[in-house]
């Protein structure tokens, strides 16, 4: 029996869908679905998982950037 890997997957963060990323011969690239993570779009990964680190990243550094906003006052 042989499998098949899929060529897109979404990648979610928190429940939200930051992006599918699909299969290609040089890893997979990034399509971003929310604005968030327009700075990820058409970037290229080497795995799946290289994408959703730097998604999680982006996220992180957004929750982050409106933690301390809302503390400096």
Do not use: K
């Not at 042989?2 to 997957?9: F, K, M, R, V």
């Not at 968030?36 to 998604?55: I, K, M, N, P, T």
């Not at 992180?60 to 933690?67: I, K, V």
């Amino acid at each position: 029996m042989s499998q098949t890997q899929s060529n897109a997957y979404i990648i979610e963060i928190h429940d939200r869908a930051a992006g599918i990323i699909t299969r290609d011969e040089r890893g997979f690239r990034f399509f971003s679905s929310e604005r968030l993570f327009d700075s990820l779009e058409g970037r290229q990964f080497r795995s799946a998982r290289e994408a959703e680190r730097a998604a999680r990243a982006v996220f992180s550094e957004r929750s982050r950037r409106a933690s301390s906003h809302l503390f400096a006052n």
